[in-house]
């Protein structure tokens, strides 16, 4: 049995059909266990405890909510932000970030009320400890 090299031509990314071409994602995306521990993780190791405490009880019910989705698209999606969510922390470049009005603009009447609720948590929060926002 000979093997033999040969060339093959494999697909890439084309611009063609979309604004601004192909942006691929920067890593793979972690299955929903192994991205909630190591939210949980981030949380531990950069967040105050106030903030931990906030943060991790956000995680536990958005995975809780969203144990039963088979909706493949709303799976990615929710990993996909969530494991950004993730980066951002570990590299500590959310701190004094503004939300992009994009996301903001896609967000439904329920996530914006579960945001909203987390702005009050967060300044009642603020206001306990002696803070403004």
Sequence with gaps: M???YTHRLLATASPVGTSRGFKPALTALLPPIPLYRRLLRAHRKHLPTEMR???DE???SEFRAHRDVENPVHIIGFLTEWQMYAQKLEGESWIGERMDSAKIDKMSDQQLGQLYELMQAIQKQNEDNGQTS
Excluded: E
Aim: proline residues 0%; aromatic residues 12%.
């Design 2 to 4: 000979v093997l033999r």
């Design 58 to 60: 956000y995680i536990k």
């Design 53 to 55: 405490l906030l943060g």
